[in-house]
Antibody
Framework: EVQLVQSGAEVKKPGESLKISCKGFGYSFTTYWIGWVRQMPGKGLEWMGIIYPGDSDTRYSPSFQGQVTISADKSISIAYLQWSSLEASDTAMYYC???????????????????WGQGALVTVSS | QSALTQPRSVSGSPGQSVTISCTGTSSDVGGHSYVSWYQHHPAKAPKLMIYDVSKRPSGVPDRFSASKSGNTASLTISGLQAEDEADYYCCSYAGIYSVIFGGGTKLTVL
């Protein structure tokens, strides 16, 4: 059974760093892209970026480029999302999800997310 | 890139049908056959309900169906049940390594 298990809730202060994780089970972790999705309080889902754990090829949404870092350790089947300096506006639920990448007309992109983690609530408050 | 446009809320009584629309542009919804829909119950992981415009993953009831016409995709839930009450998000391929979500629709089962 495919599962994505995320690390737990975090409470941090502005300016602190943070790294949350997403561990894959039940499939070949290195051969599927993993995406990260943000949901701010009372808001909708926003795509942040994706990573291919096989070679760590990483692509970011323009909205999140430079704001976060996505990485992966394929030896332990874990993808990460990290911040170097949190802001209050980073308070949100963060989901990882397995991304199915498609290739219409030779342009690779995300077709859909078929399995999701349970989410990790990040609260940033002084 | 703006979010795909969905109605903020829809409602229906048990047994009825509801349809949720998702409007984008020719660069996303209208340009490809990669629209997906997700059901999101509060405090739970989103669940894939529809992919590739109209395909249902294994285990999703056939009460859930979807289609696309031009730049607008639609999700129809027939035979509404109490457990269908949730937020629903559409999502579309949007170009190189990109994807875009709709703003979400809250379904209330009356």
């Amino acid at each position: 059974e495919v599962q994505l298990v995320q690390s737990g809730a975090e409470v941090k202060k502005p300016g602190e760093s943070l790294k949350i994780s997403c561990k894959g089970f039940g499939y070949s972790f290195t051969t599927y892209w993993i995406g990260w999705v943000r949901q701010m309080p009372g808001k909708g889902l926003e795509w942040m970026g994706i990573i291919y754990p096989g070679d760590s090829d990483t692509r970011y949404s323009p909205s999140f480029q430079g704001q976060v870092t996505i990485s992966a350790d394929k030896s332990i089947s874990i993808a990460y999302l990290q911040w170097s300096s949190l802001e209050a506006s980073d308070t949100a639920m963060y989901y990882c999800a397995r991304a199915i990448v498609v290739d219409p007309s030779g342009i690779l992109g995300v077709g859909y997310f078929d399995y999701w983690g349970q989410g990790a609530l990040v609260t940033v408050s002084s | 890139q703006s979010a795909l446009t969905q109605p903020r809320s829809v409602s229906g009584s048990p047994g009825q049908s509801v349809t949720i629309s998702c409007t984008g542009t020719s660069s996303d919804v209208g340009g490809h056959s990669y629209v997906s829909w997700y059901q999101h119950h509060p405090a739970k992981a989103p669940k894939l309900m529809i992919y590739d415009v109209s395909k249902r993953p294994s285990g999703v009831p056939d009460r859930f169906s979807a289609s696309k016409s031009g730049n607008t995709a639609s999700l129809t839930i027939s035979g509404l049940q109490a457990e269908d009450e949730a937020d629903y998000y559409c999502c579309s391929y949007a170009g190189i390594y990109s994807v875009i979500f709709g703003g979400g629709t809250k379904l209330t089962v009356l």
